[in-house]
């Protein structure tokens, strides 16, 4: 079974644009998750998906959002780039099936705002 | 709102020796427990789980953790490090009480393991 797979791997923007992130998860798995990691903040929660519903959300600005498609793949936009959105995000997929199922993630998207 | 600490933010070992990661757990009830690998330019690798079956968890790479309810902690151990070992660890809490059966994983800071040769 191919793995979570995340594009760009790497992407520059400038401060103000928006950008897009796709995330297409392991086949099978409903639920997909993002996340941002920085040195100083480490790995914070943005927000879940399961059935193209928006299960949880993380303490971030309206500026992140995201959405799921009816295949379980996903995207987060960011619009209004600021600095510190520089990050690499991860995405993650589970298949939903308890509090224990784990999360699967792909090798993320590095966001470079200059 | 539960949470993990991982004390140690760098842990250094010589090849060959044990492996101890440090993971404690703020919960008033059983909490789902995980723990990652983060390799350079990579994502988060799944090590193991803490599933209640049983208070040692067996892992992938030779490690495995012991779940200790007295003393809240979920330390990840390796008896003998390898070089190909040395990456970022991740702990991680799933809270037991989910918003609309959310996944969402809370994650302690990491701890970079260097080992040494």
């Known amino acids: 079974k191919a793995g979570v797979t995340q594009t760009p791997r790497y992407l520059i923007k400038t401060r103000g644009q928006q950008v897009t992130l796709s995330c297409s998860p392991i086949?099978?798995?409903?639920?997909v998750s993002w996340y941002q990691q920085t040195p100083g903040q480490g790995l914070q929660f943005l927000f879940e998906?399961?059935?193209?519903?928006?299960?949880n959300k993380g303490n971030f600005p309206g500026r992140f959002s995201g959405r799921q498609f009816s295949n379980s793949r996903s995207e987060m936009n960011v619009s209004t780039l600021e600095l510190g959105d520089s990050a690499l995000y991860l995405c993650a997929s589970s298949e939903g099936s308890g509090p224990n199922s784990p999360l699967h993630f792909g090798n993320g998207t590095r966001l470079t705002v200059t | 709102a539960q949470s993990v600490t991982q004390l140690g933010s760098h842990v250094s070992v010589s090849e060959g020796a044990l492996v101890l990661l440090r993971c404690n757990y703020s919960?008033?009830?059983?909490?789902?427990l995980f723990w990652y690998v983060q390799y350079p330019n990579q994502g988060l690798q799944l090590l193991l789980k803490y599933t209640s079956a049983a208070t040692l968890v067996k892992g992938i790479n030779g490690f495995e953790a012991e779940f200790k309810k007295s003393e809240t902690s979920f330390h990840l151990t390796k008896p003998s490090a390898h070089m190909s070992d040395a990456a970022e660890y991740f702990c991680?809490?799933?809270?037991?009480?989910?918003?609309?059966?959310?996944?969402?994983?809370?994650f302690g800071k990491g701890t970079k393991l260097t080992v040494n040769p």
């Open positions: 086949s099978g798995h409903r639920s």
């Open positions: 991680a809490v799933r809270p037991s009480i989910t918003q609309g059966g959310s996944e969402k994983l809370v």
């Open positions: 919960s008033s009830v059983p909490p789902y």
């Open positions: 998906y399961f059935s193209e519903t928006q299960r």
